[in-house]
């Protein structure tokens, strides 16, 4: 098996388990602590891994905010905000979208074969461009991840990753926070789709801390052996 980075998976949901509303507008699921919790998480890590969905629908800067926090990584002589990632099959995504217009740390696009050329054309001013085979497979992309110094990789969504990720056994612990209200529409993304999960009714996964955060809930799961308790 191919070494690969300790992955922690992080998202929020809304009670009945949404990710976002019916609509594409993003949709506010966390609060200001929560988000002031999401941005020590980052800053720990050597990158943060989003889909393609996720650099479209939301155009996320995906950088650690808090100076304090960039300043630390910067002494430690890493870039202000970690590394960041994205899987796409149809490459058809924007250079100056925040995910690759903001931050000075290092872009990489992990592209299916067939859209190779598109994206180079798109996207290699901007990022590093990789070949992920004929259908992306998260495993690959963690070890080309491993190989090029990524130790702790970030998961930040959306539905169709994270359910990659938590099928294919690549992820070593699970944040979820529950905000209070529902959705109510099975319009709105899931937190996964469907899938074989190692974690079912006859193996349960470990919920190793829950912790109240102003109004929302963290629920963070033990996902491997490798877990490591402190957070
Ligand atoms: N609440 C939260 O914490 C949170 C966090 C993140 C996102 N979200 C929400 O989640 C929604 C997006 O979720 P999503 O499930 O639609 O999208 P996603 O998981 O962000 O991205 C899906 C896209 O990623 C690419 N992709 C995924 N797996 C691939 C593979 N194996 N090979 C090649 N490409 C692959 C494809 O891109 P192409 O289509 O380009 O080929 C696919 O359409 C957004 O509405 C966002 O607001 C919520």
Not at 56 to 85: C, F, H, I, Q, W
Not at 102 to 108: H, L, N, V
Request: negative net charge; charged residues 25%.
């Amino acid at each position: 098996m191919p070494e690969r980075p300790y992955t922690i998976l992080s998202c929020s949901i809304s009670l009945d388990g949404y990710l976002g509303g019916p609509t594409g507008e993003r949709l506010v699921l966390s609060n200001d602590a929560d988000l002031c919790r999401v941005d020590h998480v980052r800053a720990e890590c050597d990158a943060i891994l989003v889909g393609a969905g996720t650099v479209r629908d939301d155009n996320p800067r995906l950088l650690v905010r808090d100076p304090v926090l960039r300043e630390r990584r910067e002494a430690m002589g890493l870039a202000a905000s970690p590394t960041k990632v994205t899987m796409t099959r149809h490459a058809q995504l924007d250079a100056d979208s925040n995910f690759f217009a903001t931050g000075d740390s290092e872009k990489i696009v992990y592209c299916a074969t067939e859209s190779l050329l598109t994206a180079r054309r798109r996207l290699a001013h901007v990022a590093t461009v990789v070949d992920g085979g004929p259908d992306v497979e998260v495993q690959r992309v963690s070890a080309d991840l491993h190989d090029r110094g990524v130790r702790r990789l970030m998961v930040e969504g959306g539905g169709r990753v994270h359910t990659q990720f938590l099928t294919s056994a690549a992820a070593d612990e699970l944040h979820l926070v529950v905000a209070p209200f529902f959705v109510g529409s099975s319009q709105a993304r899931r937190f996964v789709e469907d899938g074989a999960f190692p974690w079912n009714p006859g193996h349960r996964a470990r919920l190793a801390e829950t912790r109240q955060i102003g109004d929302v809930v963290l629920l963070r799961y033990a996902l491997s052996h490798r877990f490591q308790e402190s957070a």
